[in-house]
């Protein structure tokens, strides 16, 4: 067999209205994955390092209830701020956990959950998010300028100006 | 001059593909505009909410893939939905907001048309999404390899760099 680079797809795909799923194979195993997910160190050489924006912050306990806070810079002073807490760990294989904004683009609560899977040395991720405050859903689906997300927008709308820039 | 061509069409198709994706963007707007803000955005932002806003109803998704066949008048367009006219046109003031269809010239029929460029806008709205993860996903094979090299020191033919 050819040992060179497998070509490995993202797959995005949405298996409810709430939810938005994907999926992506890693020649490593499984336990990497995990550390690379979870450790502070590995976790910001990889996510989110983008041209023009660092890590600022990066702090996870990883532990059922503890919490995890990221902050990067970007361009011009932007500040993006998220975090979180772990309802469920099971190393390697499995973390749930809320997220949520610093900046309030949408109302409620995300939760993501990554599952890895292991065979044969490769690793196949799953990371799902779910949307599941309902009542917020059918608010936007019916009738966005009703909700908080409005506000939100003209928020994201200024930042997205200043990206522009 | 407005004519959709193949290439639109099959752009359309790929964002019917998605259709639920659309209901999702606007229930998971934050997040994914939070990942896709990490990349300098070119995008008038609300443009894109308008064109999402448009594209979370079934029945504009509807109304847009029987445009995608061809123009076609209000009435032909209420046809197919238990609807009232009155209900379809305010679906299609919706879509006209967006820029998603514009009229024709017939001042008698007033056939609607499909616009095929805020689709284009909104599917590569969609891209940049899926490149954000692709580009973190691919740093993450390089960590991975690292990671590998380190985890099996005692491999003799495996040389440090």
Known sequence: MNPTKIASTLEISTPSDREIRMTRVFNAPCNLVFDAYTKPELLTRWMGVMPGWSWAVCEIDLRVGGTFRYVWHGPDGVEMGMRGSYLEIIPPYRIVSTESFDQKWYEGECVETVTLEESDGRTTLTMLLRYDNQAVRDGVLQSPASTGMEAGFSNLAALLATLER | ?161
């Open chain 2, 1 to 161: 001059m407005c004519e959709i061509r193949s290439r639109d069409v099959s752009i359309l198709r790929t964002l019917f593909r998605t259709a639920h994706f659309f209901t999702s963007c606007r229930s998971a707007v934050g997040g994914l505009y939070n990942r896709l803000v990490m990349q300098p955005a070119t995008l008038s932002s609300p443009q894109l909410d308008a064109i999402f806003a448009a594209l979370a109803d079934p029945t504009r998704r509807a109304i847009l893939a029987r445009l995608a066949s061809g123009d076609a008048s209000v009435n032909e367009l209420a046809e197919p939905f238990d609807m009232s006219q009155p209900a379809i046109s305010k679906h299609l003031k919706v879509l006209e907001g967006a820029g998603l269809i514009s009229q024709g010239q017939d001042a008698q029929r007033r056939p609607r048309r499909l616009e095929a460029k805020p689709l284009a806008v909104a599917n590569e709205w969609l891209e940049r999404y899926r490149k954000f993860w692709e580009a973190n996903y691919e740093r993450l094979d390089a960590l991975l390899e690292e990671l590998k090299a380190a985890d099996t020191p005692k491999r003799r033919r495996t040389r440090g760099k």
